[in-house]
């Protein structure tokens, strides 16, 4: 039974390792971003174009619902991100050991929302700190689990897109 269970998961390591390399990597950045940027302060990376920025996002993907307050807003987003993460996990499990762009994709899709589930159940928030804008035009504040979901995504766009060029073609 073990060994059964070696030979299901050994193709799916290197996605567990992308995963599991995002979260720790994710973790680490807002970890030093709280030790050494108090909340709503800014260090200036590239001048004109993006600084650090701590700030807290008590809502979903790109603040929606950050306004918003109900009872259990915190449970509510976690419950829903959670339920998101397992389907996620679940499509990526049935994908065949030769689709790697897709596999890789929701791999960082994966890491990323784990990285920020991890947040909003230890505090409520999660830990947003790239601030890239241009002038007066900013974009959201974003992290390291975001830019990986945002990386993951296009994989996955990239895969679909590139789909005809795997599939036989018949007359």
């Known amino acids: 039974m073990r060994e059964a269970a070696l030979r299901l998961l050994r193709p799916r ?3 567990l390792g992308l995963s599991g390399a995002v979260v720790v990597l994710d973790q680490l950045t807002k970890a030093a971003v709280r030790a050494t940027l108090p909340l709503h302060s800014k260090v200036t990376i590239v001048p004109g174009l993006m600084d650090f920025t701590h700030v807290r996002n008590t809502g979903a993907a790109f603040g929606i619902l950050s306004a918003a ?6 449970v509510v987003i976690a419950a829903v991100a959670t339920m998101a993460l397992v389907g996620v996990a679940f499509y990526a499990a049935s994908l065949a050991p030769h689709q790697r762009v897709a596999r890789a994709g929701l791999a ?3 890491g990323g929302a784990a990285g920020n589930l991890v947040d909003r159940v230890a ?3 999660v ?3 790239v601030d890239v804008y241009w002038r007066t035009y900013h974009f959201w504040a974003f992290n390291v689990a975001d ?3 945002s990386v993951g995504v296009g994989l996955m766009i990239l895969d679909i897109v590139s789909v005809g060029t795997h599939v036989s073609k018949t007359a």
């Open 127 to 129: 830990v947003d700190f």
């Open 123 to 125: 505090a409520g928030s």
């Open 69 to 74: 307050d109900f009872p259990f807003k915190t």
């Open 147 to 149: 830019s990986a979901i």
């Open 13 to 15: 390591l290197p996605d």
């Open 108 to 110: 960082l899709i994966i």
